[in-house]
C-alpha cells in the first residue's frame, strides 16, 4: 500500500475497477441485472489512510455510479465467503481486498468469475488491457460514499452467512458426536477476520465453540503479536495459542490466516510437544477422511470412478496413491488454486463428484460449497476428525502414520529463499534451461540422477512423447520439475505474491518401503544438493528463509 502506480491505492483500484466494468459490460449482456461482490479483511495502513474497507468503498463507488447493482458486505468477511455469493447471488462476479497472510504493508485485489472461481487466462490479460485503456477516473469513481446512498447498494452479508453455514453442514457426519465430546479445541485467527465465522461454524456442526486467543481474536492491522501474520510459519507464529492451549487442557489448535482462507493445526504428542502438521500431512488426513465418509454414506449405486479429487503440482502426490488404492480419480493442476476452482467447476458441470482439493500452502477445498480454499470449513472438518479419532483412542498424528503404512510414505519438505532482483530470478532459471550447453536441462544434481525434467514455463516435458508438457504453459512464472532417479520429484519455481523463489521435494515409497528414517535422509541429501548445485544461494545473493 501506498502512493505510485507500482502500489496498491485509491487510484490504482479505481483504474482496475474501471478496466473490470468495461470488461465485464463486453462479456455479460445482464451484467446490471446480475450485479456484483465486494468484500475485504480488516487491512490498513494509518500512515496513508489505506484500508481495505476503503478500497472496497471505491471498488463499489466505480461500479454504482455506472448503475451496476453491488452487493457489498456490511463488514470484513473470510476470503471464501466472496466466490460463495457470487455463485449463490448469480453475480458476473467479484472482488475481495486481501492481502491474504502477506506482511501488514501489502494488500491485493482477488478477482472471482462468474463460476465463482478466481480468474484465470484469458480474463486476467484482458482486463488489464481494459485498465490500460481507462486510467483516467470517471465522474463519480472517486465517490466511497456511494455505498451509502444509493439504492442499488444491498448488503449480503446476513443471507450469505445464513446460507453458507447451513451448507456446511452438508460436509458433517459426526453430529452426535460432536455433541458429546469431551475433546477443547483453540482456535486463533491471526488479529483477522476468522474469529466470528470460525465460532458459527462450530456451532454449525454441534460442537461447544473453540476457545479463542483474546490477544488475537479481534482485528488487528499491524498484527502485533506475531512475527508474520502467516500460520505457515509454524510453531515461532502459533506461540500464544499452543500456551493458552496447554493452559485449558485443550489437546487440538486450529489456525486461521488473515483473510481465513487458509488453516494450520497442531496437535499435543503424548511426550507434551507439539506437532505442526505441514499442508501436505493435512491433506493426507483430509484425503482419509472424505474419502471414509464419502464410503460410509453414499448411494448403493454410486460408482466410485465418478468422484474426484484435486490437488497442484507442487504438492504432495498422497492422494494419487489413495486414488490408485480406491479407485476415484486424481487430478493435478498448475499452482495456485485458481486453477484448481476452475477445473472442478468444469468437473462438476460433467456430473463429476468432488469430494477434496488442496495445494501444499495449507489451502483445502473440503466439499463444493466454495470453489476457493477455505479455512472456515477446513477448521470445522478437522474438529470433527479428531473427535471422531478420539473415540476410536487415536490422534491425529497416530491416524497419519497409518494413513503413510497403507498407501506408502509420502515425505515432502517445502521452503523458500527471498530474492528481491528479479534479473537475479531470471538467471537461475535460464542457467537451468542451458545447464550443459544451449537449451540443455542438467542430468545430475549432485550425485543425483536426474530421469525427467517438466519446463512448465517453455512447454518442456521430456517424459512426454512429444516433449511437450500436458500442464499449461505459463510464461509468466518460472516453474521447473526434476524428477529424479531414486523417486524424489523437486520443483522450483518462483512466488506469484512475494519476492520468494520456492523449492518443494518429495519422496514417494510403496506401501512397502516403510523404512521413514532412511527416506527423510535421502531427501535432506537430496535438497541440500538441489540448493547448492542449482539456487547457488551464495553466489546469488539469496536470503535464506529464517528459522
Request: aromatic content about 12%; hydrophobic content about 35%; charged content about 25%.
Amino acid at each position: 500500500m501506498g502512493a505510485g502506480f507500482c502500489y496498491i491505492n485509491d487510484l490504482t483500484v479505481i483504474q482496475s475497477t474501471q478496466g473490470i466494468y468495461k470488461y465485464l459490460e463486453r462479456c455479460f449482456s445482464d451484467f446490471k441485472q446480475r450485479g456484483f461482490v465486494v468484500g475485504y479483511d480488516t487491512r490498513g495502513q494509518v500512515t496513508s489512510n489505506c484500508s481495505s474497507k476503503k478500497l472496497a468503498k471505491l471498488t463499489a463507488a466505480v461500479l454504482l455510479a455506472k448503475d451496476v447493482p453491488v452487493y457489498f458486505f456490511s463488514t470484513y468477511v473470510p476470503t471464501p465467503f466472496v466466490p460463495y455469493a457470487v455463485q449463490q447471488l448469480k453475480a458476473v462476479a467479484g472482488v475481495m481486498i486481501t492481502a491474504s497472510h502477506n506482511r501488514k504493508e501489502d494488500n491485493g485485489y482477488k478477482v472471482y468469475w462468474e463460476n465463482g472461481a478466481q480468474i484465470t487466462s484469458p480474463h486476467d490479460k484482458e482486463i488489464i488491457k481494459c485498465i490500460e485503456e481507462c486510467v483516467e477516473p470517471w465522474n463519480g469513481s472517486w465517490n466511497e460514499n456511494l455505498v451509502d446512498t444509493s439504492p442499488l447498494r444491498q448488503d449480503p452479508l446476513k443471507k450469505i452467512c445464513d446460507c453458507y453455514m447451513e451448507d456446511l453442514k452438508k460436509i458433517c457426519y459426526h453430529r452426535e458426536l460432536n455433541m458429546q465430546t469431551n475433546l477443547k479445541f483453540v482456535h486463533t485467527s491471526f488479529h483477522g477476520v476468522g474469529h466470528d465465522y470460525v465460532q458459527l461454524a462450530f456451532k454449525a456442526f454441534g460442537f461447544q465453540p473453540p476457545i479463542p486467543v483474546p490477544e488475537q481474536k479481534d482485528p488487528d492491522p499491524d498484527f502485533s503479536t506475531v512475527r508474520c501474520p502467516n500460520p505457515e510459519e509454524g510453531e515461532s507464529v502459533l506461540e500464544l495459542s499452543l500456551r493458552l492451549a496447554e493452559k485449558e487442557s485443550a489437546r487440538v489448535v486450529v489456525a486461521t490466516d488473515p483473510d481465513a482462507d487458509r488453516l494450520a493445526v497442531a496437535e499435543q504428542q503424548e511426550n507434551g510437544c507439539w506437532k505442526v502438521f505441514t499442508g501436505n500431512e493435512l491433506a493426507a488426513l483430509f484425503g482419509w477422511w472424505m474419502f471414509s465418509c464419502w464410503k460410509e454414506n453414499c448411494s448403493r449405486d454410486a460408482d466410485v470412478k465418478n468422484v474426484y479429487m484435486l490437488a497442484t503440482t507442487v504438492s504432495s502426490k498422497i492422494l494419487r496413491a489413495i486414488a490408485l488404492k480406491e479407485g476415484f480419480h486424481f487430478e493435478e493442476t498448475l499452482p495456485g488454486f485458481k486453477w484448481i476452482g476452475s477445473r472442478v467447476k468444469n468437473l462438476l458441470d460433467n456430473g463429476k463428484e468432488i469430494l477434496f482439493a488442496f495445494e501444499e500452502s495449507i489451502g483445502f477445498m473440503c466439499g463444493t460449497s466454495v470453489l476457493d480454499k477455505d479455512g472456515v470449513s477446513a477448521a470445522v472438518v478437522i474438529a470433527e476428525m479428531a473427535t471422531y479419532l478420539e473415540g476410536k483412542n487415536q490422534t491425529l498424528a497416530q491416524k497419519l502414520t497409518e494413513i503413510y503404512e497403507t498407501y506408502g510414505y509420502h515425505i515432502s519438505k517445502t521452503s523458500y529463499f527471498l530474492c528481491y532482483d528479479p534479473p537475479t530470478i531470471k538467471r537461475i532459471f535460464e542457467k537451468l534451461r542451458n545447464f550443459d550447453g544451449p537449451q540443455s536441462y542438467p542430468k545430475f544434481c549432485g550425485v543425483y540422477s536426474i530421469l525427467h525434467v517438466r519446463d512448465v514455463t517453455t512447454g518442456y516435458d521430456s517424459s512426454q512423447l512429444n516433449k511437450k508438457s500436458v500442464l499449461p504453459v505459463s510464461k509468466s512464472s518460472q516453474m521447473i520439475t526434476f524428477t529424479f532417479q531414486n523417486g524424489c520429484v523437486a520443483t522450483l519455481r518462483t512466488s506469484g505474491t512475494e519476492p520468494k523463489i520456492k523449492y518443494y521435494a518429495e519422496m514417494c515409497a510403496l506401501p512397502e518401503q516403510s523404512d521413514r528414517t532412511f527416506l527423510e535422509e535421502e531427501l535432506r541429501k537430496l535438497i541440500e544438493a538441489l540448493i547448492e548445485n542449482f539456487l547457488e544461494p551464495d553466489k546469488n545473493g539469496l536470503i535464506w528463509r529464517s528459522a
